[in-house]
């Protein structure tokens, strides 16, 4: 199975959910519709001139799914963007679940992000992206990373869409997608202690997808050299943010991609002889 990446960060499949949360996410198997358009408690981009969302009978359960597809207008291609309205939630989720069906036209991708909000500000993120056309609705989960490791969210929002591959600046007619069955997942209960940290540790860095700014974390648990580096899609580098000795402890490092093009990048920590990359999608 593969990744879906997108939002703050490496994005890894998870088989199975813990503490699943299903009623926090509003019409979640899609089978409330005012109309064939527009799924209750979700909000497409159709206009007057185009529909890229609309209603299936093609489900995982139930009877409806959501279908997205790019269509076109003045022979240009539009891309499907479903977005929910921002609910309430009472816990800590740490993924966000569901199952999908992609048709992949071009090197086109699927994507989706999920914001965890604490007082209409950001505390969490996940996002995923993948390239990879499934015929069969497949499993995927989007890890939820929080900037901190106590504060519950109130509220959150998510979002699917269809994107072009990172070479390209436009959608392909063709490409489409069906969702399904959104639950949330593994309540955390995470608190770190205080003191010296005990392993070394590169964390997914927040927020993810960023513009232009983002807070990379990290742990090393003694003195070393520590270089932390950033890399495009091709593997150059395209900065250096950290190159010295550190004695042990936590770190957070501040990048400013306002002068990088929008893209996946990767990021590459190493401490003595531990080495470390994750990913993350600068979006502008």
């Known amino acids: 199975m593969n990744t879906l990446i997108r939002i703050v960060l490496a994005v890894l499949l998870i088989p199975a959910l813990a503490g699943i949360v299903r009623a926090q996410i509003p019409n979640a198997g899609f089978e409330t519709w005012t109309n064939s358009t527009t ?11 185009w529909t ?8 995982h359960t139930g009877t409806y799914a959501a279908q997205g597809q790019v269509t076109t207008y003045a022979s240009s291609p539009i891309a499907p963007t479903l977005t929910s309205i921002v609910f309430p939630v009472s816990q800590r989720a740490t993924a966000l679940s569901g199952y999908y069906r992609f048709t992949q036209l071009g090197g086109d991708q699927i994507g989706a992000i999920v914001v965890m909000l604490k007082n209409s500000s950001a505390i969490g993120a ?3 992206v993948d390239t990879v056309a499934y015929s069969s609705f497949t499993q995927v989960s989007i890890p939820i990373y929080y900037d901190d490791t106590t504060t519950v969210p109130d509220s ?11 070479d390209s600046s436009k959608v392909h007619v063709g490409s489409s997608f069906i969702v399904d069955d959104l639950t949330f997942g593994g309540v955390s209960a995470v608190k770190e202690l205080p003191g010296l940290p005990a392993a070394f540790r590169l964390e997914q860095n927040f927020p993810n997808p960023f513009n232009p700014t983002t807070n990379i974390r990290f742990s090393i648990p003694q003195e070393s050299r520590v270089v932390l580096k950033i890399f495009n ?16 402890g936590n770190y957070t490092v501040d990048l400013n991609g306002a002068a990088l093009p929008s893209g996946i990048y990767f990021y590459t920590l190493s401490a003595g002889t531990s080495v470390q990359s994750r990913k993350m999608i600068l979006m502008k």
């Open 233 to 248: 899609m091709l593997g150059q580098e395209v900065q250096t943010l950290v190159n010295e000795r550190r004695p042990a």
């Open 126 to 128: 996940g996002a995923g």
């Open 39 to 49: 799924p209750g408690s979700w909000v497409p981009n159709n206009t007057g001139f």
């Open 52 to 59: 890229t969302v609309s209603r299936t009978t093609t489900s």
């Open 156 to 166: 959150a929002y998510i979002e699917i869409f269809i994107g072009p591959h990172t």
